[in-house]
Each structure stands twice: as structure tokens, then as C-alpha cells.
């Protein structure tokens, strides 16, 4: 099947080759091929004054000079109608060409019509006779007028028709052919290169990624496919326009509008072709080191390399530093190899992109900044139970810009670093694995309840909450003495943080519940009413259960 496909391949190359050179190349008149005119396919300036050609069916004849009266574009122009004008009138005869001078010009007529006049400019832009020039042009413009009268005829246009079904035949023939062939050579690639890629990776510890080199060949394949697919395309297009005498002026157009960019292209890219090999280089080296780095710190990341004073947590942010000063670097030294970095219109756009940067970016980089601030400061991990500012929740994770918690009510929120960098953070979680944090809770207790018998039964609520730590032991403190009760405070450990609110609520419930067992008030933030006696504790209850004298 790929040796037929192959063979159809040459075979349409070998048919479409033919007939796009002989329908879209403008040829001259073979009477005058010797002629040494000049390039007749745009407007040119010979000594500072402009030239035009003049064309008949896309087909330059030969130039003329203009002046300041009579442009060279207008003066070619109405040259042109003139032969297209001879040439539509069947009863004029093109060998019938005349030639008659006068003084300081010669006129040239066909067949009695007036055709155009030729000065001796004309002939010094062509640097030849003024004589020779006139008898040159007079055969191109009968050759020409002979052609167009041929290409307009019903055969012509019949077989002209003729031709472009084959080729537009062959054209969908090499299109399907082309595209068969890449498959096929997709898989063949696939099959042979694919696995050696993969050990490649393996050789190189990962350092080469077997997944984007082998899009970098299959990439490489598509754009060869359709480099060769757009070929055909513009192949068939310009001979397909060169068949019709009509459409004759667009065929060499097309091409010119696509080879002159791409003539400039080429010129511009070997001219820069050492600075280019440069940057290539450079950029192999850079992606190199950064994939170095990047190896060098995730095995920091995951515990596979230890370095003394340094944090885990710390490899991946300073692993994003290294990247910004290596690519910092190769910018500033592949800049001047870059081509056109010395223009005006380049360094203009350097500048506004600068003012724009600066001008955009103030908060950004404080953010940024800020950001990894906190990450050498240390306040808080990943998971960690924090209070920043008013938010309390856990950490999800800690970007560039912003830092994003976890709220109790599962809400994620998200904190500007800066606003983080510049706020008191409470951190629940760097002590919770030693003694833990300590959990405290206040109730308010008359000057009537024993101050002992209040202490024991705040340890018997904290003692009851499962979840509180019992090593250290909890403890009772005063912490005020207001107007109709004492404020007791209870602190007990607790080694999760996050599940403060859950213990706090259980620890509220057993307090309650100790108290209403030993019949004990909780006064609490006010109360109202007193009793007519003083509320004074005799010293026979100053042990009341459950205290005793040994603790008290």
C-alpha cells in the first residue's frame, strides 16, 4: 500500500510540477527573449525617478519611466488599455506594427492604432537604443496580443477546463496520499522511537521527560504534514488561477504575497543565525538547571536530602526563588542576542511594559514578598489550627498572594499574605505534640461555695471530658474577685487541635452537670437577689465533699 501511495506521490509531483510552472510563470514573447530588460514585477526607482511595468494578463512587457505629470503607474496603465483595447478589436492586425520618429520620441501604432509614445529615458532605463527599444516593444505587444486573443478563444478555455480537473484530481489524490502516508509514519515512529524515549527518562532520572519530548516529535511530524498539506493546497491554487486568462494576474501574486515575507524571513533569520544558535544553547543550558534544581529540592521535599538548619517546608518556595533568578539571569544575558532588541519599536515596548509592570504590580509584590516571609518566619504548616486576625480555621495551603483557611463552618477563606505578614497569628498546633495547648474556661461562683470544693468540682468536669489531657493535670485558678461571686478559671491540656470547639462544648456540659449534682449555683456572668443573711461559709464546710483536708 506505501509503495503505491509513494508512486502516486511522484506521479502527481511529476504531473502538477509541468503545469504550474507553464500556468502561472509570466513568460515573455520568445521573439524578444534575448532582450536584457530589467525585472518587470513592481515598481522600481532608477536614478531617483520611478519605473512602472507594463502588463497584459499578468505578464510584464516591458517598463516605462514616469514624470512628475504622468506618474510611472498612471503612464503604464493607460499603456495597458491601450493593447487591451487592440487586442479586443479582431479586426486589427498585431504583425502590423509601425514604428515612426519624431523629434526627440518615436510613436509605435498597430495597424494604423495608436499604441504609445517612447522617449529616449525609456531607452536609457533599459540601456539600450531608443530604435531597438521601440522594434522590441512592437513585437512583445504583437506576441502578447496574439496570446491574449488565443487564451480567450473556446478551445483554450475548453482545454483549459480539461486541465484543471486533473489536477484537481491529482490535488485530492496527494491531500488523501499525504495524509495516509503521516499516519503511517506516526505509528512507525511511535513503534521504533517511542521506547527508546522511555528509557532515555529512565537513563537520565527523570531529568528528560519522555512525555513532552515525544510531543516535541509528534509536533514535529504535524508540522512537516501540514507544511506539505499547504503546499499542495497553494500548488494547486496558483496553477488552477494560471489556467484562465482572467484570473492569470492573481496566480503570481499569491506567491509573491507568501516567498517575499518568508524571503525576508530567511534573510533576517541568517543574518542572525550565530545570535540564534546562542539563545538556542542558552536555553538548553537554563532548562537543564532548572530541571537540576527542581530534583535537587523536591528530594529536599520529600526527606530524601537533609540539610542541617534547613526545613522541608522550605524546599519547594526556595526552589520557586532559584527559578526566578535562573530565567532572571538568562533574560539578561540572552537579551542583546535577541534579533531587533536594538530597534526603536523594541525598546519602546521594554518601556511600556516596565511602566505597566511597576505601575500594576505594587500590591502583587508585596503580597509576594510577604508570602514567602511566612514561610521562613515559620508561623504555621500546612493543617495547622491558626487564629489570624479575626478568622480562626485551618491552613489548606500557603500561595504567592494569599494564604487560605479552613473554617470551623468549613468556609475557606482567603487572607492576603500581607494583610497575614502584618496581623498577630495564634498558632494551635506547634505545641500540641509536647505538653499541649491548654483549653480555659471561666465561671463565675458565690463567696458562699467553698473556694476548695469549687476547684474540686471544676477537676471532676475536666476530668470527665474525654479528649482533655490528664498529664499535666488540669488546674484551677482565681482569677478575680468581683463584687458577688469569684471568677474561677480552669485549664486543662489537650493535644488536637482541632477539636477544640467539640471539647470546650463537652468540657461546658460536664461543669454543668458537676455542679447541679452537688447542688452548687453557677452565678455566672450577673444574678439577682440576696438572702437577709450574710453569705459567709462556716469553717465546718469548708471541706465539703467532694474536697477534702489532705488537698485543700
Known amino acids: 500500500m506505501y509503495k503505491l501511495l509513494f508512486l502516486l506521490l511522484v506521479v502527481a509531483g511529476v504531473t502538477l510540477s509541468p503545469v504550474a510552472a507553464v500556468a502561472s510563470t509570466p513568460v515573455a514573447p520568445d521573439a524578444v527573449a534575448d532582450l536584457p530588460l530589467k525585472h518587470l514585477t513592481e515598481v522600481q526607482r532608477d536614478d531617483g525617478v520611478l519605473s512602472a511595468p507594463v502588463r497584459l494578463d499578468g505578464v510584464a512587457l516591458f517598463r516605462v519611466r514616469g514624470v512628475s505629470a504622468l506618474p510611472a503607474r498612471q503612464r503604464a496603465a493607460r499603456i495597458q488599455q491601450e493593447i487591451i483595447a487592440l487586442a479586443d478589436n479582431p479586426a486589427i492586425d498585431p504583425a502590423a506594427g509601425a514604428v515612426e520618429s519624431l523629434p526627440d520620441r518615436v510613436r509605435l501604432s498597430i495597424d494604423g492604432e495608436h499604441l504609445t509614445l517612447l522617449f529616449p529615458a525609456d531607452a536609457a532605463l533599459e540601456q539600450v537604443p531608443l530604435e531597438v527599444l521601440a522594434e522590441v516593444t512592437l513585437q512583445r505587444v504583437a506576441a502578447a496580443i496574439v496570446k491574449y486573443r488565443k487564451s480567450r478563444s473556446t478551445g483554450s478555455l475548453l482545454t483549459s477546463t480539461g486541465i484543471l480537473v486533473a489536477i484537481t484530481l491529482v490535488a485530492g489524490l496527494l491531500l488523501y496520499a499525504v495524509n495516509a502516508l503521516f499516519a503511517w509514519l506516526n505509528r512507525l515512529i511511535e513503534r521504533l522511537v517511542k521506547r527508546r524515549i522511555e528509557r532515555i527518562e529512565r537513563a537520565s532520572h527523570r531529568l528528560i521527560d519522555a512525555a513532552q519530548l515525544w510531543s ?151 503580597n509576594m514578598i510577604a508570602g514567602y516571609s511566612l514561610t521562613y518566619r515559620g508561623a504555621f504548616r500546612e493543617g495547622d489550627r491558626v487564629r489570624i486576625g479575626e478568622h480562626v480555621g485551618d491552613v489548606v495551603d500557603v500561595r504567592a498572594l494569599s494564604t487560605r483557611l479552613r473554617s470551623l463552618k468549613n468556609e475557606e477563606i482567603n487572607i492576603p499574605n500581607s494583610q497575614v505578614l502584618s496581623s498577630a497569628v495564634v498558632n494551635y498546633s506547634t505545641y500540641q505534640s509536647d505538653r499541649g495547648i491548654i483549653l480555659h474556661t471561666e465561671v463565675g461562683i458565690g463567696y458562699d461555695v467553698p473556694w476548695r470544693q469549687v476547684e474540686a468540682l471544676l477537676l471532676m468536669a475536666a476530668g470527665r471530658t474525654e479528649g482533655l489531657a490528664q498529664s499535666p493535670e488540669p488546674f484551677v485558678l482565681q482569677t478575680a474577685m468581683g463584687d458577688f461571686s469569684v471568677v474561677y478559671q480552669l485549664n486543662a491540656y489537650c493535644r488536637e487541635a482541632e477539636r477544640m470547639m467539640p471539647l470546650y462544648s463537652a468540657l461546658h456540659a460536664n461543669i454543668q452537670d458537676v455542679f447541679n449534682e452537688h447542688g452548687v449555683q453557677i452565678m455566672s456572668p450577673h444574678y439577682e437577689g440576696d438572702p437577709a443573711e450574710p453569705k459567709l461559709v462556716p469553717r465546718e464546710h469548708w471541706y465539703a465533699a467532694p474536697a477534702n483536708s489532705e488537698g485543700g
Open 216 to 366: 516535541w516529535v509528534g509536533g514535529l511530524l504535524r508540522g512537516v504534514r501540514a507544511l506539505a498539506l499547504v503546499a499542495i493546497v497553494l500548488t494547486w491554487l496558483n496553477s488552477a488561477l494560471g489556467l484562465y486568462p482572467w484570473t492569470r494576474p492573481f496566480a503570481t501574486s499569491i506567491f509573491r504575497l507568501i516567498l517575499n515575507p518568508l524571503q525576508k524571513m530567511g534573510v533576517g533569520i541568517v543574518e542572525s543565525l550565530p545570535d540564534l544558535v546562542f539563545l538556542v544553547v542558552l536555553a538548553f543550558v537554563v532548562r537543564f538547571l532548572l530541571k537540576a534544581t527542581k530534583t535537587f529540592f523536591v528530594r529536599i521535599d520529600r526527606g530524601w536530602i537533609r540539610m542541617e538548619n534547613f526545613d522541608r517546608d522550605w524546599a519547594m518556595p526556595t526552589y520557586r526563588i532559584v527559578r526566578i533568578l535562573i530565567i532572571a539571569f538568562a533574560l539578561v544575558v540572552a537579551y542583546p542576542y535577541i534579533p531587533g532588541s536594538e530597534s526603536e519599536a523594541f525598546k519602546g515596548v521594554s518601556i511600556f511594559l516596565g511602566v505597566v509592570f511597576s505601575i500594576g504590580s505594587s500590591s502583587f509584590i508585596a
